[in-house]
């Protein structure tokens, strides 16, 4: 059975819009905004059931293990099949990973929850996939700006949501998010057209930018990238990043209930969904109206090289605050200082690689961050558990401090294929 398509100049979009990019914005839009929602309640949630930070962690690792196996075959099956059914079907697996979590009455619940949710976590990687069906190529990078406009309000509104809710309940926010995930089927259901625009980029031997996932026993191929120099320094500077941010961003909220008060009492789901919130907002401000100008001025390695060492310093100066305030000016400088690392990594890893091979560097730097979620959040949840509170955060300073080992001054992107 095949899907019906059509051209990206003959596909019809939605008929109250004047473009599909509009309805797939407002579903990743919506997507995020339910990740963001758990993000910071998921440590404290299970907490409440019983896990300790080493389980915290794992949670973490199980939706990152089960993504790094299915995201290939969802991959795969949305070529085959169409973008619109497996988008689909992946919301659907977050809406039941969502309502199984806001029912569970014990830890299991919440490890088998977060695993439906990981297998099938292709929401993301198959909206990036129509956008580069519905855009022709000049247009495309311009059109994938949306997912970062989209991360942004998602990453500043979505911990906003959860500081609100869950004063009342930890079951509120995971309500939200059921919520947001139901809403975002209806999006895809009724807003994207039946008929699919051809997948040009299959069709001329490429592979579009929205990533090609490699099966895990086809990893082997990605080997070649790591033969070149130049792309293979990039590369491990993006496992740094990753594998620093994920050790932040999993072990943030145990180490901020050991560490904070607020009131007399330890901070919890509220205040680090607040915390969480500030930071999204300065990621929006720096990156709306800040980060291009300085890439035009410095040069995209320059602000890398930046980015890093204000990561270092940042993540590891916050083992050494005591306060929330002294955390929020922590934050509100690293965040100043690291803003442009993750735009500036990605666009310095996509011009190294071929035009031929932009999709599958993508879907390489895809699978390295999955990794990084296995690895790291348990790791976290370890010296968190053991209370070792300032080691954890400089242990995530380190980590992106390695990355500045793998500098080099050699920025010309390769004109060859790989």
């Known amino acids: 059975m095949n899907t019906p398509q059509l051209s990206a100049d003959e596909a019809q979009p939605a008929s109250r819009f004047a473009s599909p990019l509009l309805p797939i914005f407002l579903i990743v839009v919506v997507d995020i905004l339910g ?68 029912f569970a009455g014990s830890l299991w619940m919440v490890f088998l929850a977060r695993a439906i949710d990981g297998a099938t976590a292709g929401n993301l990687s198959t909206a990036q996939a129509y956008i580069s069906d519905v855009t022709k190529p000049e247009e495309r990078a311009r059109s994938f700006a949306i997912i970062g406009v989209a991360f942004g309000f998602g990453f500043l509104v979505g911990p906003g949501i959860t500081g609100f809710l869950a004063h009342y309940s930890y079951q509120a926010p995971l309500w939200a998010a059921s919520a947001l995930s139901f809403t975002s089927i209806l999006f895809t259901f009724f807003l994207l057209p039946r008929k699919e625009p051809i997948h040009q980029h299959a069709a001329s031997g490429e592979v579009g930018p929205g990533g090609k996932r490699l099966s895990l026993i086809s990893w082997g191929q990605y080997a070649t990238y790591f033969r070149i120099p130049q792309i293979s320094r990039l590369l491990a500077q993006w496992s740094c990043f990753s594998l620093s941010f994920s050790t932040f961003i999993a072990g ?29 907002f ?47 000016l922590v934050m509100f400088a690293s ?17 190294q690689a071929g035009r031929r091979e932009q999709g599958v560097i993508i879907g390489l730097t895809q699978s390295l961050t999955s990794v990084a979620q ?45």
């Open 35 to 102: 990740f963001t929602i758990i993000l910071p309640l998921l440590p404290f949630y299970a907490e409440r059931l019983g896990a300790s930070p080493i389980a915290v962690g794992m949670l973490v690792a199980v939706y990152a293990v089960c993504q790094l196996i299915s995201g290939p075959i969802l991959g795969q099956l949305s070529d085959r099949f169409g973008r619109r059914p497996v988008l689909l079907v992946s919301q659907a697996g977050t809406l039941a990973g969502f309502v199984m979590m806001a």
């Open 335 to 351: 965040g100043i200082v690291g803003a442009g690392l993750r735009p500036a990594l990605t666009s310095l890893i996509t011009k």
């Open 282 to 328: 300065i990621g929006i401000i720096m990156q709306g109206a800040v980060v291009g100008n300085l890439v035009k001025r410095f040069g995209e390695r320059r602000v890398v090289e930046i980015g890093f060492l204000g990561s270092l310093l940042g993540y590891a100066a916050i083992g050494f605050t005591y306060t929330i305030w002294q955390l929020l």
């Open 252 to 280: 943030f909220a145990l180490f901020a209930e050991r560490r904070y008060q607020w009131h007399g009492h330890p901070i919890g789901a509220t205040e680090v969904g607040y915390i969480f919130a500030f930071n999204g």
């Open 374 to 418: 296995i690895t790291a959040p348990p790791l976290a949840g370890f010296l968190i558990g053991r209370h070792w509170l300032t080691p954890w955060a400089i242990w995530a300073g380190v980590l992106a401090g390695l990355a500045l080992l793998f500098e080099s001054h050699v920025s010309s992107p390769a004109n060859e294929t790989v």
